[in-house]
């Protein structure tokens, strides 16, 4: 099965309906139709897979052709598949309609959960003896500035990722 060709050949939304049954509250897909062995009527579509950051996500297999769950949610919802989607949660197997909104790429980048470093918070590095603030959009890193304290570097990163990514801001 190939996978992330689905921007190349799109499902439709009336096919996705004629195949899957989705749960906006649960975010659960189920299958409507016999699909080879293991997917009967009323069985969970879809398998769990890693992403390069370590998210899991979960992915569908339609007509020889792997979609993200999440992307065939917000087709099934709205009838049209979304350039980007945002787990609101972080949580890449929340696939709830509640829980995805359209975005831009740095935007998703800016609600991707932080990964630890030695100061504890996001967007703050050690330099020497001092604690350095940076953010990151667009592919482009921005300096906030050096500071005694990481506490201090942090509430800098924080008021310019509000200011930036706005509701997308995570800042933890």
Known sequence: MKINNHKKRPITQERLKCLLDYDMDTGIFKWKVYRRNKAVPGSIAGSTYPAKSGV???WIGVDWIKYPAHTLAWMYVHGEMADELDHIDGDGLNNKISNLRPCTRSQNCANRR???NASGYRGVY??????R???RTNGVTTSLGSFDDPVEAHAAYVAKAREIFGEFARVS
Request: hydrophobic share 45%.
């Open 56 to 58: 899991m996500y979960a």
């Open 114 to 116: 932080a990964v630890s």
């Open 126 to 131: 050690r330099e020497r003896n001092k604690w």
């Open 133 to 135: 603030a940076q953010i």
